[in-house]
């Protein structure tokens, strides 16, 4: 699977999967916060299926 998640897409993504990773631990947010583990996962992996499926790509053109 070729990449289609740029560099800051992957940063926010990171981030706000792991904040709602850690907020649904502490209580702050319902169990709904470990839908976190989506943007989670796929700014790790680098791949979006649903950019994949609408034909976005985030990441620079060479």
Do not use: Q
């Not at 976190?36 to 790509?57: D, E, M, Q």
């Amino acid at each position: 699977m070729k990449a289609n998640i740029g560099n800051v897409d992957r940063l926010l993504r990171i981030v706000l999967g792991a904040l709602l990773i850690l907020l649904s631990l502490f209580g702050v947010i319902g169990w709904w916060g470990w839908i976190g583990v989506v943007p989670l996962a796929t700014g790790i992996v680098r791949v979006c299926p649903a950019y994949s499926l609408l034909g976005f790509n985030t990441c620079k053109r060479s």
